[in-house]
């Protein structure tokens, strides 16, 4: 795992420079550092070393006659035997690193190498004959790649912070991200905060030569239910697969560890990887919010070492500009910054560690999936059900009236994904300049339509999978384990793995249990938590029916706590805050939760991160 920066060369100090910027991102590599510039381009790369651990793993990496050029952060879980043939093509290598096989596999099969490879990548290959540059990222879009044409130059790296220090960057707040962001809790587009800069999509390359940049898809998700298997077929090609993968995950010359919560997914992972170590972090002794002791008897009834911390509030609190400054965009997920805890306490004793992220995405796990024709009202005409949620949408707010307007929508207008904060309305009347950002809906169609024939429960994940996963889970994972220079590592998130699960009928997915409880109707990712349950210990069997809590955070009673809602009060009513908010809707919203009137503590979050961001990277400032 790595980090890499890079530009175009107009400029008469572009060494320097590259430095400067190479310098922004030495959390992503503190091993090595290492450049290459030429009339042309300047490429920059910071180096954690995990394969091939000697000096001769440092990038760039030539191929045999030095007219390519690779910097590449990632990891490729298959690179020996893709390694193999090209030798047996011709190719020589100098090195044994998954790197060098990028740059041989380039030269010989083109952007067709990117579905041959098996892993998690982001990476810019310079051609010094053609003058064109080839960038491309990971099928899930677990590794990040951001560009900007700025001026004559166009920039490219793994975070947007490399680029603040190039003399034709421009830096300007995009407003349009602003109020996308207070909808979905995250940048759920292209574009991201900074105007003019862009996230290259996941399963996505791109060529860039003469001034012309060209994008393209190369891999798709593709839900093609298998009616035939029976219901243990799928058990046994789950954990199969899952073996598979976890052991293609641990492939590396240094250590590797594991997270551990109370939930099924990281405990799947730390129950077959066999390694020694799990880490584990909680707030408090409330069971709701601390999963350290869970987790502890977990690691011993597997026979390995818990690490763990208790995060106090005051910690949690002033770590939140650096966790921003890190992130490069505001992110409203408070477990974010739980995740940056975790990371540092792993990183005190390896450089490798596993995850659970992407069961829930793959394998339908979250308990929102269980929505769709879960009830008898869903099966009253379409048309009682909209007049019925029209009115209902003219009361005022509560949990049943709500129930009757979520009712009366399809799909596609009332699920933009697993967060949902301001309605298109609410951030109207909040911000002073709204209008310049679409309906959500629009954001979200392109990803309906491509799903339009499937059941609403798969066009869930598919949503899911293409924002939810990439701009929020995928985006703390890779912000928080590397500003700890810690690789994470996620085997779910593993093409052969989604080869299986894109074949799972829905029913095996999302499955309706006799439970008398009518709270919980339906098992969520049921395929995959029985696989899991052979796997995990008898003693705590229950881990594979356990709702799913992932490192939760007290944010809803902090905030009625004097000393934070004072914090954020004071935020609220900053001269930041009254550049975009009508601010007395803000304090509104704050004292309302307090009373007891609403729980408003993930919109108040949600404002209130963006506002963190912003004074990080346009007021104040904030560095490692």
Known sequence: MCGYTGFTNHIDNSNRVIEDMMDQIRHRGPDAAGRYVDGDIALGHRRLSIIDITEQGDQPIYNEDRTKVLVFNGEI?????????LL????????????????????????????RLRGMFSFVIWDTVKKELFGARDFFGIKPLYYAVMGESFLFGSEIKSFLVHPHFKKELNETALENYLTFQYSPTEETFFKNVYKLPAAHYFTYANGKLTTRRYWEVKFDADNKPQLEDWVNEISDIFHNSVQAHKIADVEVGSFLSSGVDSSYVAAIADVDKTFTVGFGEDERYNEIGWAKNFSKAIGKENYSKVITPEEYWAKLPKIQYHMDEPLA???????????????????VVLSGEGADEIF??????????????DKLPRGLRRGIGTIAGKLPAKRGVNFFV?????????????????TPA????????????????VITKPFYDKVKDQ??????QYLDLHLWMTGDILLKADKMSMANSLELRVPFLDKEVMGVAERIPTRYRVTRTESTDAHTPYITKYAMRLAAKRDTPPQTAKTAAKKKLGFPVPIRVWLKEDTYFNLVKDRFTSPAAEQFFHTEKLV??????????????????????????????????VKE
């Open 333 to 351: 997920d408070p477990a974010a910054i739980a995740l940056y805890f975790v990371c540092e306490l792993a990183s005190r004793q390896l450089k």
């Open 364 to 377: 339908g796990g979250y308990n929102v999936y269980s929505e769709p024709n879960s009830t008898a009202y």
């Open 88 to 115: 047996a093509a011709g190719h020589v290598f100098r090195t044994q690193t998954d790197s060098e096989v990028l740059i041989h596999g380039y030269e010989e099969y083109g952007p067709e190498l990117l579905p």
């Open 426 to 441: 609410e951030r109207s009347a909040l911000l002073k300049a709204p209008g310049k950002a679409p309906d959500p809906t």
């Open 77 to 85: 879980y298959n690179y020996q035997d893709i390694r193999k043939d």
């Open 455 to 460: 059941d609403d429960v798969t066009k869930m």
């Open 406 to 422: 979520r009712k009366g929508k399809d799909l596609e207008e009332r699920f933009i994904g697993n967060a949902y904060m301001f």
């Open 588 to 621: 509104s919203l704050l004292e309302d939760h307090r009373a007891g009137k609403a729980d408003n503590s993930r919109k108040i979050w949600t404002v209130f991160m963006f506002l963190v961001w912003y004074g990080v990277y346009f007021e104040n400032g």
